[in-house]
């Protein structure tokens, strides 16, 4: 058994993975995720955000934004860091400072002086967004120009623009004459619902009914590879956030929209929500007992789908918006759900205690003892429709979790502690004709 438990520990399926994981790192998730936490394990490259141009060519920025150990770090690490340049509601620079040449070329040169002294390694261009046949032409010079400035200076820079998931922007992007110049375009698969529709969606769903009007992953990288988009250069978008609204149901009536982070909602969730998950769109969401509240968002095994599409269509990867979002304090699980099935190209088996023999599930709990949240997880052994149920001491059931289904593989599921008081409390997994056991110790 013991060689059998090293041999778990040390495969990774041979190979390094061809994809790329671009997490965008705004200067603000400094105070939650620091340098020291951020998971360059999972990430090929981070972007660091945001610059932004003005009118003349000259660069403004958070005065927060320049931190030297992050980068340091992440290339001690082997990962990239780029500089992304723009953001929404940091883009009205863009249309007069690209209008011009001379203009065009001071930013450029202002932008390879900083990249320079700060040790940047490309560029992400987040022009939000060029609108009409003016700016649209105006962008692909921009891109050019870029692109000729760095070949002088330094071949390896790379440069990135992403595109929202819509084609409504979409003829305003040249995109013929920018895939030759570009590393990689970012589709900004999320906030495919939100305060601007007027009905309940999901965040980021890869499938979606015939007609719901606001598409999908699926029908945004089918639009990009139709207007030319080599695969190889298309990255698809992982939020780690969802989106509130007050409806009473999926893709019913609604008011609202406003982002919640991963973090939040986990630290958020009460007993009368219920976790269910669109089979379609491969997302959960969660519903309020009084059916007043619906809550979209992406979990572990939403991420998972999501690199497996990845890998089913032969594209270039994805990026996160953004890092730190699902940082729980001692875990950041949907980061390493990336890292786990994407960029390290394997199903990661963390720890000797965990490894299993096929045909058994799991489940653990950490930390543990807790004082509000407890991590439950749990391994399937084959896929199935999972269920958690929560009882007391005294063997009272306190608590139904849906999980839904799962394919094989290693799950993490928080469950907040509001409302239970110390002590200690049992969990029962029953999935896949099997049933597991924990427990873990709430103190407050």
């Known amino acids: 058994m013991k060689w059998m438990i090293a041999m778990a520990l040390m495969i990774a399926f041979s190979g390094e993975a061809a994809e790329q994981v671009v ?9 939650n995720t620091p340098a020291t936490k951020i998971r360059y394990q999972d990430l090929t490259t981070i972007a660091h955000a945001f610059i932004w141009p003005k009118a003349d060519g000259s660069l403004d920025m958070y005065s927060d934004l320049l931190y030297p150990e992050m980068n340091t770090r992440a290339h001690a690490a082997g990962v990239k860091v780029i500089v992304s340049i723009g953001g929404w509601g940091q883009c009205d620079g863009y249309p007069p400072m690209a209008a011009s040449a001379a203009t065009r070329k ?189 809550i979209t968002y992406d979990d572990t095994a939403s991420v998972r789908y999501k690199c497996d599409y990845v890998r089913d269509n032969k594209l270039g990867g994805l990026i996160i918006w953004a890092l730190g979002q699902d940082n729980l304090g001692n875990t950041q699980p949907l ?31 950490y930390p543990n003892p807790c004082n509000q949240m407890v991590t439950v997880r749990y391994y399937l052994a084959k896929a199935g429709e999972a269920v958690l149920h929560l009882y007391d001491v005294t063997g009272r059931e306190i608590r139904l979790v849906e999980v839904g289904r799962r394919e094989a593989g290693w799950y993490e599921l928080p469950l907040s502690g509001e409302g239970l008081a110390s002590g200690v409390y049992l969990l029962r997994m029953t999935a896949t004709g099997h049933s597991a056991t924990g427990k873990f110790t709430l103190v407050r």
């Open 23 to 31: 997490g965008y790192y705004p200067s603000w998730i400094r105070y």
């Open 106 to 294: 001071t930013f450029i040169d202002n932008v390879i002086a900083f990249m320079q002294k700060h040790g940047y390694d490309g560029i992400d261009l987040d022009w939000e967004y060029p609108s009409g046949t003016a700016q649209r032409k105006n962008f692909t010079l921009l891109a050019q120009e870029f692109r000729a400035a760095f070949d002088a200076v330094n071949p390896a820079w790379t440069i990135s623009f992403v595109v929202p998931s819509g084609s409504y922007s979409g003829n305003n992007f040249d995109y013929t004459a920018l895939r030759g110049l570009i590393s990689w375009i970012g589709c900004m698969t999320y906030d495919i619902h939100g305060a601007w529709t007027a009905h309940a969606g999901h965040n980021s769903p890869l499938h979606a009914p015939a007609n719901e009007p606001e598409g999908s992953i699926d029908t945004a990288v089918g639009y990009l590879l139709g207007m030319g988009i080599p695969r190889e250069k298309l990255l698809i978008g992982v939020p780690f956030y969802g989106r509130q609204f007050a409806a009473s149901r999926l893709y019913g009536p609604a008011s609202g929209g406003e982002e919640i982070t991963y973090a939040k909602l986990m630290t958020a969730v009460k007993p009368d929500w219920t976790r269910q998950w669109d089979d379609l769109a491969k997302v959960p969401y969660y519903q309020d007992g009084a059916r007043t509240l619906f």
């Open 335 to 365: 980061c390493q759900t990336v890292g786990d099935h994407l960029t390290r190209n394997t199903a990661v088996v963390a720890t000797a205690e965990e490894a299993r023999p096929e045909g058994y599930d799991l489940l653990s709990c």
